[in-house]
């Protein structure tokens, strides 16, 4: 072989890949002879603390972005937490609204309450305090029900109101009851005229 196809060797043997820069691959590459193997050079990663890689070859496996069982596990946990802060916001929205503020003053004040339940009525649960039900003031209706205790016993408060005359309407309490453990159920609506 002569000198200058060597040399010519030589200088795609070291350039094994186009520049990045260039529009076209050189003419070199393109009349290699088949018999000439190319070889990567491998460019490490950067140090940590020293200066950052500017050139990077495309030549390695794409990561696998199938999905896992570990990652399908995921969706169900996603959704059950989901389903629980949406409660507790809930919950909480429906805890601090005037109306079982109001009731719950209205139980704290009624002698025949304090009888059954005794001094310091409160909720049951000092953390959560859980109110069931529905509280939709917008559609005129509420329909809630809480747990409470006293000093001497403890109870489940219903309350039940539902506005008359379309949106301009005023609410009607249909339902205040008092339930007790033992079955007794004490009617504060009756006794609150």
């Not at 186009?18 to 190319?38: C, H, I, K, T, Y």
């Not at 916001?89 to 079982?100: A, D, E, T």
């Not at 205790?149 to 008359?164: A, I, P």
Request: glycine share 6%.
């Amino acid at each position: 072989m002569s000198r200058p196809a060597l040399s010519r060797l030589a200088g795609s043997a070291r350039r094994p890949f186009p520049s990045a820069f260039s529009r076209l691959p050189s003419p070199m590459l393109l009349r290699r002879p088949p018999s000439v193997v190319l070889r990567r050079t491998l460019i490490a990663a950067p140090k940590e603390g020293g200066p950052p890689l500017l050139e990077r070859s495309a030549d390695r496996d794409l990561p696998d972005v199938a999905p896992r069982r570990r990652y399908l596990l995921h969706i169900p946990l996603f959704l059950l937490s989901m389903y629980i802060a949406t409660n507790l916001l809930f919950n909480y929205q429906r805890s601090s609204s005037s109306v079982v503020s109001s009731t719950l003053y209205a139980l704290r004040v009624s002698p025949d309450a304090r009888n059954v339940l005794g001094d310091e009525i409160s909720f049951k649960a000092k953390t959560i305090p859980w109110i069931h039900g529905t509280m939709d003031q917008m559609h005129g209706r509420i329909d809630i029900s809480y747990k409470v205790k006293g000093t001497q016993s403890e109870g489940l408060v219903r309350f039940t109101s539902l506005r008359e005359g379309g949106k301009m309407g005023k609410f009607k309490t249909q339902r205040w009851s008092l339930e007790m453990p033992d079955g007794r159920v004490l009617n504060l609506l009756a006794n609150d005229t």
